[in-house]
């Protein structure tokens, strides 16, 4: 079974969203992403690109490894890809 990642991320987003008690409105006004953007992002129907992360975990005051999971990290990572 293949893994929906925007959703699982999405997911997290909301979490960090709601632990942080900021409204869907409140953090698209803090980080200047738009209000349909972040609904889209946590529920997984949009893709959630870095810089757009950075200012989430910023305004939400979580590190960025809140929206990640290390197995995933290492789940994705070919180390074969790696060229020295």
Same mark, same amino acid.
């Given at each position: 079974?293949?893994?929906?990642i925007n @959703?699982?991320i999405?997911?997290r &987003?909301?979490k960090?969203? &709601?632990?942080?008690g #900021?409204?869907?409105k409140q ?5 200047? +992403?738009? $209000? %349909?953007? +972040?609904? @889209? *992002? =946590?529920?997984?129907? @949009?893709a &959630?690109n870095?810089?757009? #992360? *950075?200012?989430?975990a910023?305004?939400?005051?979580k590190? *960025?490894? /809140?929206f $990640?999971?290390?197995d995933e %990290?290492? =789940? /994705? /990572?070919?180390?074969?890809s790696?060229k /020295?």
């Amino acid at each position: 079974m293949k893994r929906d990642i925007n @959703r699982e991320i999405g997911e997290r &987003v909301k979490k960090a969203r &709601v632990l942080s008690g #900021l409204t869907l409105k409140q953090l698209a006004d803090k980080t200047g +992403i738009g $209000y %349909v953007s +972040i609904s @889209r *992002i =946590e529920h997984g129907t @949009r893709a &959630v690109n870095a810089a757009e #992360l *950075i200012l989430i975990a910023n305004e939400t005051k979580k590190p *960025i490894s /809140f929206f $990640y999971e290390l197995d995933e %990290v290492i =789940e /994705f /990572f070919d180390p074969n890809s790696l060229k /020295f």
